[in-house]
């Protein structure tokens, strides 16, 4: 009897979340590392001084730090499948190809998106809200915009990274460099999502006049690229698996 | 791995190859020679005024004429250097064959997931190695032009590579091509490499009609050139230039598919022997 898709996609994504609760191995690394990341930044901005305003460049520090927790997970999380040979017995299962990727992808996606929920208010705590004013400016301090406008630009992100860092990471973990090849790999595919993901964070944490506009507009580019990738990922992850 | 497929067509096809590449090498060379004496003889120089700067600029062009300088002594007034119009001529040029060669590759990396022919991937990798090539030429020749239109010094220069829309996507490009040959470095398996590069080659040529059509859909700094209007003594040899260096792009593509090629064949002819 065949078994539908939806079923074969829920086995697979039962089967990593189980495995995910007797270890909880991949949301304590990645939690853990986040917080480090968020330790570095306390180090690096401690010398900058009560004049410097974080919340310019808090975007930025944002996204870096699920830009690194992404890469430790993805790795992590294909590592897992090859080292144990699951991935093969995932080929040799009557299971179609195009749901194992998408079975990983919304693991991957899964796991990044608990350790954002805990990370990010966090971040926000001790590096927007809590940002000194600067003494003696005139400029009033703007207010960030809702908070449910920057979990929707982390959303959007982290779709794109857990679409596109699947394919890669079951690329890179065939190689000798693993790790470093999923750098070299990732880094530049994810460059303009990245980009367009900064300027929407930067415009919601900010607030400035008219951010909005710049929000909406920037989400519209970083979700249609998020669509084309995930439709070529989709498309040549068959390839991947195949050899 | 040789071959097969090729050195079943024989020695025949290898000479066929090389003959037109070589013939479209000296066509290219010839049109790309004619293109540069002209842009340096016949070609009038536009002028598009002068550009304001900062007082503290650092750069090596003159300054306009006094006349010219702004009263309010805000800062320095320069003459848009003759260079930036020289250089025009062969960074559009060889930007296009950098396209045209990465777009060889992507479409041989389709083909080769589509039918696992050897010949198509390496056809795909000499893609790469040209785009490569053609990728630093375009970077070297846009320096040249950004220091000279722009004012831009060494220190602007690398912010302006990362926060300008064309400028990035580009150095995305170079990035990826680097990133390509360290992935196919790092697998050992032939037939996995391949594929792999295959696949990576796809994702990587999205970033080429991003790079292309940039310009024309956000704000930029960098000039689209058919939509800034030409004088047709600029416009010859412009028109000449890109044709040359197309031509030239892909006789360098062919040059090394026929060397690769003819290899294959030597190969396949000495086991024969051999055997």
Known sequence: ?243 | MPDTDGAAKGVGSVKRQLQVAIILAIVGGVLTTAAFLMAFTTARVQTFGTIDAPAAVETTYPPAPAAMQPTDGTGVRYQRPWLSQKIFYFHVPIAEASFLVFTLAAIFAVLFLVKRKQSYDTRSRIGMETTLVFTIGTMITGVMWTRASWLTNWSQLGREMLSEPRLATYTIMLVFVIAYFVLRNSVEDPERRAVYSAVFTIIAWIDAPISFFITRMVPSNHPIVFQSGMDTTNLIPFIIAQIGMLMLGYAIYALRVAEESSRDTLTVLKEQLEG
């Open chain 1, 1 to 243: 009897m065949k078994v539908s898709a939806f079923r074969q996609y829920r086995a697979l994504l039962r089967k990593d979340i189980v495995m995910e609760l007797r270890t909880k191995e991949m949301v304590t690394s990645m939690g853990l590392y986040a917080m480090l990341v968020l330790i570095i930044y306390y180090v690096a901005l401690s010398q900058a001084g009560q004049a410097f305003d974080v919340t310019r460049i808090a975007a930025g520090l944002l996204l870096l730090v699920v830009v690194f927790t992404s890469m430790l997970g993805l790795n992590r999380s294909l590592v897992h499948e090859q080292d144990q040979g699951q991935l093969e017995a995932l080929l040799l299962a009557p299971v179609d190809r195009p749901i194992i990727f998408f079975a990983k992808a919304t693991t991957n996606l899964l796991f990044l998106a608990i350790v954002e929920v805990i990370i990010v208010p966090f971040f926000l705590i001790f590096f927007v809200s809590g940002a000194v004013v600067p003494t003696g400016s005139t400029v009033a301090v703007s207010q960030s915009g809702p908070a449910w406008m920057t979990a929707l630009a982390l959303l959007i992100g982290s779709i794109g990274i857990a679409g596109v860092g699947t394919l890669l990471a079951t690329m890179s973990v065939n190689t000798k460099g693993r790790d470093f090849i999923l750098a070299v790999l990732f880094i530049p595919v994810m460059f303009p999502l990245l980009l367009v993901i900064v300027s929407a964070l930067s415009a919601v944490l900010t607030g400035d006049a008219g951010y909005a506009q710049t929000f909406w507009k920037m989400c519209a580019i970083g979700a249609g690229y998020d669509a084309i990738m995930i439709a070529v990922a989709f498309a040549l992850y068959e390839f991947i698996l195949g050899v």
